[in-house]
């Protein structure tokens, strides 16, 4: 899939769009810096670059947070050894992390520090999947192959029957009311979607140079395998999540 790079510069008037994503909002003004946008054989992508957009709140770690991880750790540990503590001991935190902390709070304490910083990257993993739900939405879809409609129309399908809730197909068209052909073009509308979002992401990952080398891939499939393919999608959405996050305006 070839892909080029424009380079866009919005020179007069000012034009706001509201993010579909929810909190983002895309600001072009006279005299902008340069917007980065990609061009494939199945998509041209709204600009990724320069975006102002507020960030998703990391979910906050206070005691309520560590001792409901704790508590749940320790129903782990309760079930693999057989035993039938109400709270952890010093003794027992201690063994857990093999003497690295002799105490419960010493402990406590470190996972209120390393679940901080998960959050912290939580919170950025999301904005950027925000910033790239909204740069899908406003890319215009050119074409799609084949085979990639037929795999995102099953999923498509099975998104809209099981995801909300339902037992299978009848089930949702009883409960929502809907013809057969809405139902189709609903899952129609959902598929191209979902090729939308994927394209913009192989677009913006050849652009930038995000994929996974060919270095990365042959020491990555001793060990994927034959899910080397899902190993690479997931790789390549994570940098272009992360280069989102880095190279628009966040706040907050």
Not at 34 to 46: D, F, L
Not at 47 to 64: F, H
Not at 180 to 188: A, F, L, S, T
Request: hydrophobic content about 35%.
């Amino acid at each position: 899939m070839k892909v080029q790079r424009k380079t866009v510069r919005i020179v007069f008037g000012i034009v706001i769009v509201l993010a579909i994503a929810g909190g983002c909002m895309i600001v072009y003004k006279s005299r902008a810096e340069p917007k980065s946008v990609a061009v494939s054989e199945y998509v041209e992508t709204a600009s990724y670059t320069g975006r102002d957009c507020q960030a998703v709140k990391p979910r906050q770690v206070d005691e309520q947070y560590i001792d409901s991880l704790m508590s749940r750790m320790l129903e782990v540990y309760n079930e693999i050894r057989e035993t039938d503590y109400q709270n952890w001991t010093d003794e027992e935190a201690a063994y857990t992390t093999q003497g690295k902390y002799t105490t419960a709070a010493s402990w406590k304490e470190y996972l209120q520090e390393k679940y901080t910083e998960i959050e912290r990257q939580n919170s950025r993993r999301d904005t950027g999947q925000m910033l790239l739900a909204e740069i899908a939405s406003d890319s215009r879809l050119l074409g799609y192959d084949p085979d990639d409609y037929r795999e995102a129309e099953e999923y498509a399908e099975k998104q809209l029957i099981f995801g909300n809730g339902f037992s299978d197909k009848e089930d949702l068209l009883q409960e929502l009311k809907w013809s057969e052909n809405e139902y189709q073009d609903r899952v129609e509308e959902t598929a191209e979607n979902i090729l939308k979002l994927r394209y913009v992401v192989q677009a913006i990952a050849e652009t930038e140079d995000l994929a996974p080398s060919e270095a990365e891939l042959a020491e990555a499939e001793k060990e994927y395998g034959e899910e080397i393919e899902s190993w690479k999608e997931m790789i390549t959405l994570d940098r272009v999540r992360k280069f989102l996050y880095e190279n628009n305006r966040i706040k907050g």
